[in-house]
């Protein structure tokens, strides 16, 4: 799939902005800013281009039980039951724990509408499996995909502020949508 990913980014006009940060065996990876269906067909892209082995996602524990569960699965799909006892941050925290190099996808938003903040999910996964989050921002407009340095969850107050000033940089493919508006909000 590589060859086919790498002709899709050349057709469409996208590029790796900076290497993805080397010798990560686990990561949290927060993708954004999620604004199109389209992002998941970048990120499955980026994926395959940066050679880093498998990055997952989550995905409702009902759509792998379905006729598409094989997909699902085969694109990296990790199922999560919403009705667990354990909270979807111990779940997850759990999957690497089993995983030597486990590395997970996650929207900081949750969601494709604009949003009035982000979620904190992905960063308290990152903080309870003791792993660092590395951001991973969708430019449409430079039709660029960036990768910070690793975040290491401390403060949490700072540490949303740096996840802001990324993403509020980012143009998502429908712009309000995106995050600049809190990144703008946080910083005014």
């Known amino acids: 799939m590589y060859y086919i990913w790498k002709l899709y980014f050349k057709i469409n006009g996208w590029k790796l902005r900076e290497p993805f940060p080397a010798n990560l065996p686990k990561a949290v990876l927060a993708v954004g800013p999620h604004t199109s269906w389209q992002d998941f067909i970048i990120g ?85 499996a003791g792993v660092p989050i590395v951001l991973v921002g969708f430019d449409f407009k430079t039709k660029q995909v960036c990768f910070s340095e690793p975040l290491y969850p401390g403060n949490e107050e700072n540490d949303m502020n740096t996840i802001l000033a990324f993403f509020g940089s980012m143009t998502g493919k429908y712009p309000e949508k995106g995050l600049g508006h809190l990144a703008e909000k946080q910083f005014s």
């Not at 799909?77 to 925290?93: L, N």
């Not at 190099?101 to 990152?126: S, W």
């Open 44 to 128: 499955v892209a980026a994926r395959s281009l940066i050679r880093i082995g498998p990055i997952h996602f989550l995905g409702k524990k009902e759509l792998f039980d379905g006729p598409f569960g094989w997909l699902f699965r085969a694109l990296g799909g990790t199922p999560v039951d919403r009705f667990s006892s354990k909270g979807m941050v111990d779940q997850v925290a759990e999957l690497f724990s089993k995983d030597a190099n486990f590395k997970i996808a996650l929207a900081p938003e949750g969601t494709k509408k604009k949003v009035d903040k982000l979620r904190t999910g992905f960063y308290h996964i990152a903080q309870k």
